[in-house]
């Protein structure tokens, strides 16, 4: 869990005579790093989450206090310190300043002019660091345990000092396209989530111990879905953390499910008899039924790039309508009619009863699961 506002503030408030004026509802927000702004021209490398220090020395420039709080607040940052004297007084700091920041969960501080900027910099930036380093130790904890049937002692040890019990009820989500991690982790922060959020393989992946107290599933979905072009597995429910390997897999999954059928989530306890996929031991029997079914337009495809195997399953997932598959793949009418026609003719079947829809359904699963 990244270092907090109201963590820095508690541990300097004394040492660098900090005064809180608004924004307290915003201290669980999350603080990746430090950065001194006194205008709008470097605001473009901002990635959120950055706790800002400022002089006021932009107000030289016409720009006014509110309008680059306000900025910050677009930026995502996670809160600001003026360094309160030569450039800004107490009276610039107005109502409508106030108001706004408690709106927006924008802790705003002032310090004294006396204060030395490159101190409490270079004081949080260590912290920051330490904190960086740690979160990088429990990463590395956690991807060596998803792939880990049976997660070694050292593993466990390293989870459990980081307040992850051995016990509990875990869940694995895999996120493609999380741009801006403060934007969750910060209402995480704020419900007291027990959760870990790390890059790997490409993919966001968040593993968090849920308990009676916490957040439901949906309020966790709802919230990484606030945030447009978010792709999302999630795992079912998992009683010990000896069990991210499996939770991973599934999470997986999902996601790739998610991925197949153009939906934004999907969790595997809702995927139905497809769930039986992971009870199968024997992938070269899997591998057999997928090609049987797809190895033609697959081979066929590849001969002649064309996307017949593509149109098959949008076929299959609009339950064989051709104005949805037309929808789903932005063609016309009458080329989907006539790569249907054609991919017919192909596999020698014409999709007119429930058991030939559901081989290749499974099929296209099958080739999911196995690319996990």
């Known amino acids: 869990m990244k270092t907090q506002v109201g963590t820095l503030y508690d541990y300097s408030k004394e040492t660098y005579s900090l005064n809180c004026l608004a924004g307290k509802n915003g201290f669980s927000n999350a603080v990746y790093w430090t950065y001194l702004a006194e205008d709008f021209q470097n605001f473009e490398f901002l990635k959120g989450g950055e706790l800002i220090i400022t002089t006021g020395l932009f107000l030289n420039s016409g720009i006014s206090l509110y309008d680059f709080i306000h900025e910050i607040a677009m930026k995502n940052c996670s809160g600001i310190i003026i360094n309160e ?92 396209n999380l741009q801006d991690t403060a934007m969750i982790t910060s209402p995480f922060n704020q419900v007291k989530l027990k959760y870990h959020l790390f890059y790997y393989d490409n993919m966001h992946v968040l593993i968090y111990l849920a308990t009676p107290d916490s957040i439901t599933l949906q309020q966790m979905v709802d919230l990484i879905y606030y945030y447009d072009g978010i792709i999302m597995g999630i795992s079912d429910s998992l009683s010990s953390l000896s069990l991210l390997e499996q939770g991973y897999k599934r999470a997986r999954f999902g996601f790739a499910i998610a991925s197949l059928n153009r939906k934004p989530y999907v969790v595997f306890d809702e995927l139905g008899i497809f769930q ?89 699963y099958i080739k999911e699961y196995l690319s996990i």
């Open 85 to 176: 004297g030569k450039y800004i007084s107490p009276q610039d700091i107005s109502q409508d300043i106030l108001d706004f920041c408690d709106q927006n969960k924008i802790p705003l501080f002032t310090m004294p002019w006396h204060i030395h900027l490159v101190e409490i910099m270079q004081d949080y930036c260590r912290l920051l660091l330490q904190d960086s380093q740690r979160e990088d130790y429990l990463s590395a904890a956690f991807q060596s345990s998803l792939y880990q049937s049976h997660i070694s002692g050292n593993t466990l040890r390293t989870l459990n000092e980081h307040g992850f019990p051995t016990m509990g009820s875990y869940r694995v989500m895999v996120i493609q």
């Open 276 to 364: 039986i996929l992971f009870a199968h031991t024997n992938p070269d029997l899997l591998e057999r039924i997928y090609k049987k079914y797809l190895g033609p337009l697959e081979d066929y495809d590849f001969k002649h790039d064309t996307r017949y195997e593509e149109t098959l399953r949008f076929f299959l997932l609009s339950d064989c309508s051709l104005v949805k598959t037309s929808e789903l793949m932005f063609t016309h009418r009458n080329t989907t009619v006539y790569r249907i026609r054609k991919i017919k003719d192909l596999i020698g079947n014409d999709f007119d009863y429930a058991e030939t829809k559901f081989n290749y359904l499974m099929a296209f």
